[in-house]
Every structure is written in C-alpha cells, then in structure tokens.
Nanobody, 130 residues
Framework: QVQLVESGGGDVQAGGSLRLSCIVS????????MAWFRQAPGKEREGVAV?????????????TYSDSVKGRFTISKDNAKNTLYLQMNSLKAEDTAMYYC??????????????????WGQGTQVTVSS
C-alpha cells in the first residue's frame, strides 16, 4: 500500500507562485508513474503533469504536462527524500483547485485518466485570486 501526503497549497494572487510537495511512502525511484491532478468545484479531476515509470522503458523518468499548464508548471522528484514536487509559476485564477498527487503504473496514453491510479493523496487546496 502506497501512501501519499501533499502539502504546500494556499492562497496566492494571480501571477504568483507556489510549490506543492508530496511525500511518498515508497521509494520515488520506484517504477510507478508519479502524477499531479487537480479538481475544481463542479469539474472532473484532470491530469496536470506526470513523471513516467518504466511501463514503457523509453519514457522512464520523462515528464509531460497538460496543455493548460505547459510552460508554467514543473514536475520533479527528489528520490533521496521520496518527495514529488509541482512548482507552479504565473498562476491564474483558473488554476484554483484541489491538487492531488497519485502513483501507479501508467502508459503515455493513460496517464491523464484518474482511473489509472490506485494510490492518491488527500489533496491540498490552491486558490488563486485575480
């Protein structure tokens, strides 16, 4: 059983930055995909960014982003600390959501589906005021 605990959310003005952290109970150099999702009120949970595991060895440790955050957000991990990060810059009001980290096996064409992941954190709220 993998446990994930997010932190780092908060209130920020548009144009500001936040860094989310997710402490993972297993080694982050595991071969699972490690991903960030978000869910705004009344909307479906959406994939934000992922670091791929080795289900496709050609993608191992590669990263990809949703179009809505590309160029503004950066996903990374520190294997020594078993921690996944999401650096969020140039925040917009539409980035307001509960942010979740998730872990499980995934492929390039499945990473953005919440159903792909069995392991989730409890979420951390990000609120961006315009």
């Amino acid at each position: 059983q993998v446990q994930l605990v997010e932190s780092g959310g908060g209130d920020v003005q548009a144009g500001g930055s936040l860094r989310l952290s997710c402490i993972v109970s297993e080694d982050t150099d595991t071969r699972h995909c490690m991903a960030w999702f978000r869910q705004a009120p009344g909307k479906e949970r959406e994939g934000v960014a992922v670091i791929f595991g080795d289900d496709d060895v050609t993608l191992l440790d590669s990263v990809t982003y949703s179009d809505s955050v590309k160029g503004r957000f950066t996903i990374s991990k520190d294997n020594a600390k078993n921690t996944l990060y999401l650096q969020m810059n140039s925040l917009k009001a539409e980035d307001t959501a509960m942010y979740y980290c998730a872990a499980d096996h995934c492929m390039f064409y499945t990473w953005w589906y919440p159903q792909t992941y069995n392991y989730w954190g409890q979420g951390t709220q990000v609120t961006v005021s315009s």
